[in-house]
């Protein structure tokens, strides 16, 4: 049997109507979830699982078979040394980001004080704070929590939107956060300009991006 004969049949609303259709491709569990993590580029399996908790091995991997069946995503094998495969995003897949961000700025409200149960990763902060970027140049940024850090890729126009990890080069802005103030702006509690101005974020570096900031 053939690899997509073994994929599980297309659920449908059967309805005419945009929203519906856009729901019977990224409307499952987890889906939205794994696009958030591909937009931090190409991601192996085992550490897509290792970034969304709380998901099956078997419910992971039929959704990733459903997002390559429905061209959200593809997957390839890394050449030699790494013969690995790793899942990432097309240009639709990558299309999801105003979604996402648009989704997570309605969710803000629900967010609350973090959970003793709630799980968390440095790089989830990614998205609302390249919202927060917006209109403020373009740039790679990196950004330094109690949690960890990652970097943003602000104004791309393809490719990752965001890295986990120090930036791979020099960045035009370094931002240094506590919990607190992270957790302010991913809530929209506070404002980026107003954070920088207070004294609760840190930024270096000598990049234009950097510049405005620290002029904001």
Do not use: N
């Amino acid at each position: 049997m053939s690899r997509l004969r073994r994929m599980s049949p297309r659920r449908s609303y059967d309805q005419y109507c945009s929203a519906a259709r856009a729901l019977d491709a990224v409307g499952d569990r987890w889906t939205l979830l794994i696009v958030r993590e591909l937009l931090a580029g190409p991601r192996r399996y085992t550490d897509l699982h290792a970034d969304l908790p709380g998901v099956s091995t078997d419910v992971l991997a039929s959704r990733l078979k459903d997002m390559e069946r429905d061209g959200l995503t593809t997957r390839r094998r890394l050449p030699p040394p790494g013969a690995a495969y790793v899942y990432e995003l097309t240009g639709r897949g990558r299309a999801l980001l105003p979604v996402l961000q648009a989704l997570g700025e309605w969710g803000a409200d629900e967010l609350g004080e973090r959970r003793p149960t709630d799980a968390v990763r440095a790089h989830w902060f990614a998205l609302p704070l390249l919202r927060a970027l917006e209109g403020e140049g373009q740039g790679l940024v990196e950004v330094r929590l109690e949690e960890g850090t990652f970097h943003l890729h602000v104004g791309a126009a393809d490719g990752a939107v965001y890295g986990d990890g120090p930036a791979p080069a020099e960045p035009d802005a370094r931002l240094v956060m506590d919990a607190g103030t992270c957790e302010g702006l991913c809530r929209g509690e506070l404002g980026l300009a107003g954070a920088v101005r207070d004294g609760r974020i840190d930024v270096a570096g000598d990049g234009a991006l950097a510049k405005a900031l620290r002029e904001a």
